[in-house]
């Protein structure tokens, strides 16, 4: 790249830039203005349409007060000066209170959706754990049925009678009717123990449906992926997903709008250091006036006899001369004393 290429682009980009920051401004401010204008609309809803324009005309009166103040600093009386520095603080404090307004709003309308499934997620929880402790319950009981059965099948097993005959041999017998009976209450404490096994396994069949419900509502719902995030925040912070929104919301009010009022700022400041300078009030330009150098004096040959009065003017350009003065006075002092030299000299030549 040429040099002269180079200085082109520098010189394109000095003027680019201002514009550049100019556009960041006045899109920052736009889109500060339309948060802020819609938030204060909010807070005063049965109005709306006023409230709209009456915060409209402050944004835009708010930037013309930036740049005006930033233009004519230095010629502002200062007590006007002083209004509208305060002006204009109270309006970047109006359109970060509607900035705030805009977006706790919008969070309410998420945190209103995500208490609901909130809600939803509560009651499949407290329906989870009545079952689980249904399926606790009758797992308690069919240990106690486990252990009725084989009590049972122990006494069915020693339902013996022995007695010896007449002929002295011990005879080994079971009770009909008692065996009859307690094979009942086995088979009764059976089919109770298989019922109970039905009844357990479709609880827990519930139990995986509830967790895959609740599973489902935590992740999958479009509140869950929009606050998301801030949960994470939260959990790291140990804070209320609330105050993490807070705090978040306070950061982007303090950044947005003063951001875009220093940009603008900015903006003239360069526009103004760019702009060529024109002589509106007709003042005069001082002009640098080079120094002369003190010419070089060249001594006229002087006749074999020099008069005393002579003399001493000769000596007089010679001091001045030896030492080294070369001012404008120094010069005018030596043509002096050379015309004097040149009147003695035309005495010298005149005849009578």
Do not use: C
């Not at 233009?71 to 109270?90: C, D, E, P």
């Not at 002009?287 to 003190?294: D, E, R, S």
């Amino acid at each position: 790249m040429e040099p002269q290429e180079g200085l082109l682009i520098l010189h394109a980009m000095k003027r680019f830039f201002p514009i550049l920051i100019l556009v960041a401004a006045l899109s920052l401010a736009t889109v500060a203005a339309y948060y802020s204008v819609f938030g204060i609309s909010k807070l005063f809803a049965s109005q709306a349409t006023a409230v709209i324009i009456m915060a409209g005309i402050l944004e835009a009166s708010k930037l013309i007060t930036a740049s005006y103040l930033e233009r004519f600093w230095k010629t502002i009386h200062w007590l006007k000066k002083t209004y509208l520095i305060t002006a204009l603080i109270a309006l970047m404090a109006i359109t970060s209170l509607g900035i705030y307004g805009f977006l706790v709003s919008a969070y309410q309308e998420t945190s209103y959706k995500m208490q609901a499934v909130d809600k939803q997620v509560e009651v499949q929880v407290k329906k989870r754990d009545r079952y689980k402790q249904q399926i606790k319950n009758i797992s308690k009981e069919q240990q106690d049925i486990n252990t009725q059965i084989i009590q049972l099948s122990e006494s069915l097993g020693n339902n013996v009678i022995q007695y010896t005959n007449s002929e002295g041999q011990l005879i080994t017998t079971q009770s009909s009717s008692t065996r009859r009976i307690i094979q009942q209450q086995l088979d009764s404490q059976t089919a109770r123990r298989d019922s109970i096994a039905l009844k357990q396994d479709a609880l827990n069949d519930s139990v995986t449906q509830l967790d895959l419900n609740i599973l489902d509502l935590e992740t999958n719902s479009d509140v869950a992926a929009e606050i998301g995030p801030l949960k994470y925040v939260a959990n790291i912070t140990g804070k209320d997903t609330d105050q993490v929104v807070n705090w978040f919301i306070l950061v982007f009010i303090f950044v947005f709008d003063p951001l875009a009022v220093m940009l603008l700022i900015s903006a003239n400041n360069l526009f103004l250091k760019n702009k060529p300078k024109v002589n509106l009030y007709k003042e005069k330009k001082r002009t640098l006036v080079k120094k002369q150098p003190t010419p070089k004096i060249i001594l006229p040959s002087s006749p074999p006899l020099i008069s005393k009065e002579k003399q001493q003017y000769l000596d007089e350009i010679q001091k001045i001369q030896k030492q080294g003065a070369s001012s404008k006075k120094s010069g005018i002092a030596i043509q002096n004393l050379q015309q004097k030299i040149k009147e003695i000299d035309e005495d010298n030549t005149k005849t009578y």
